[in-house]
């Protein structure tokens, strides 16, 4: 896909996110990364629902500003992922409700934030950290983040907001999509006892779609 095409699918699907409210605001951010090693992300204090795709912040390899507007104060955030996971191409970070909410819960295990709840939670999340509180653009999120290892490609950040790396960005946001809709399950069933997947099932659907789970324990 050409850089043009790019730029305009960044204003596209940004523009579908804001417009379901799925953050408010100037809140989010999308980036995709280059051939050439660098990559497109959405400027600082932008509305996803107003983008310009010719004013797109282009950074080159190295992270600094090449040309367009300046960048999103998390700029540390999207680095982490793209250093710790190879296959990453694109990264969505938002501020949708039900997945801060599901963060602030005092349950939650920081290992694996939801249960196996629906298969496509599974296939489209695999399983979802969560890291602690840190200011928006604070740089020592990138070393929470660093500390995942790479094993998961969706994280909630505390008090913040979910944070979800793709192979295309048109997948990092349907698996956005997919946790803020699993957020919203749990919050409905929460203290109603609801059946999750069981371990076989989820087995099952590891074998089936060739998915890369990291170990956890849902308490």
């Not at 100037?26 to 629902?49: E, F, M, Q, R």
């Not at 957020?183 to 059946?195: D, E, H, V």
Request: proline share 8%.
């Amino acid at each position: 896909m050409s850089e043009t095409r790019i730029r305009e699918e960044i204003c596209r699907l940004g523009r579908s996110l804001f417009e379901r409210g799925l953050t408010p605001g100037s809140s989010g951010n999308i980036s995709v990364k280059l051939d050439d090693g660098g990559w497109l992300v959405t400027p600082t204090n932008a509305s996803l629902g107003f983008l310009d795709p010719a004013r797109m912040s282009r950074l080159g390899p190295d992270g600094r500003l090449v040309s367009g507007d300046a960048p999103t104060k998390e700029v540390p955030l999207h680095t982490a992922l793209y250093q710790t996971r190879s296959a990453a191409r694109a990264v969505v970070h938002l501020h949708s409700t039900h997945s801060v909410a599901l963060s602030m819960l005092p349950e939650i295990n920081p290992r694996t934030a939801l249960p196996p709840m629906t298969a496509y939670y599974v296939m489209k999340c695999g399983h979802t950290a969560l890291v602690p509180y840190y200011r928006p653009g604070d740089p020592a999120v990138a070393d929470a983040i660093k500390g995942l290892a790479g094993k998961y490609s969706s994280v909630l950040l505390a008090n913040h907001g979910p944070v979800v790396s793709g192979d295309t960005l048109e997948a990092a946001v349907f698996a956005m999509e997919e946790l803020e809709e699993t957020a919203k399950l749990y919050l409905l069933l929460r203290g109603l006892n609801p059946r999750y997947l069981s371990p076989a099932q989820v087995e099952d659907l590891t074998k089936v779609f060739g998915l890369e789970l990291p170990e956890h324990h849902h308490d």
